[in-house]
């Protein structure tokens, strides 16, 4: 029989940890959306290999605890496949050494390559995913789909859910 773990007790992020950010590589969040079985390990940075063993976390992007908006990238075809089936305020999380963050999905939309707007800060906290798009083309595909997300607590359209 095993052990259950214990509960994470709350952990105060403080400024010195804060402003780490890892070397390319090295994974130190995990990406959860059960409604769609998503699982994985975020690395830094969005270079082939990378992506070929987890997610991506955007260089320049803040990472969880700092403000802004936090940006994740990966493959449609591997780990960012369930995505396809992603729907309004389902929650996802991003699960630290310090705490788990909860975010619920606020809108979802398919844009240019190009589009850059994604990826900026718009003065709140937010969580955006980003892949490939559509899922089942061949061939390097021609648009992106992108899921943003909020924390859970200003997620206000899905009180009711």
């Known amino acids: 029989m095993q052990a259950k773990a214990a509960p994470r007790a ?9 402003g780490n ?3 390319p590589g090295v994974g130190l969040v995990r990406l959860e959306i059960p409604s769609v079985g998503l699982s994985a390990i975020v ?4 270079g082939p290999q990378t992506l070929g063993i ?7 992007t803040p990472w969880p605890a700092q403000p802004g908006n936090v940006v994740l990238a990966g493959h449609r075809d591997t780990f960012f496949r369930p995505l396809r089936k992603i729907s309004m305020c389902a929650e996802v999380l991003l699960d630290t050494a ?7 999905v606020s809108a979802f939309e398919i844009v240019d390559p190009d589009d ?3 990826m900026t800060s718009h003065g709140k906290d937010e969580l ?3 892949t490939c798009y559509p899922y089942y083309y061949v061939g390097p595909a021609p648009q992106r789909f992108v899921v943003h997300a909020e924390p859970a607590l ?4 899905c009180k009711s859910s």
């Open 21 to 23: 950010v890892p070397a």
């Open 154 to 157: 200003a997620a206000a359209k």
């Open 116 to 118: 850059v707007n994604e």
């Open 10 to 18: 709350a952990v105060n992020v403080s400024a010195e940890n804060v």
């Open 128 to 130: 955006t995913l980003i």
């Open 43 to 46: 690395l830094e940075g969005i």
């Open 98 to 104: 310090f705490r788990t963050y909860q975010y619920r």
């Open 54 to 60: 987890g997610v991506g976390h955007v260089p320049g």
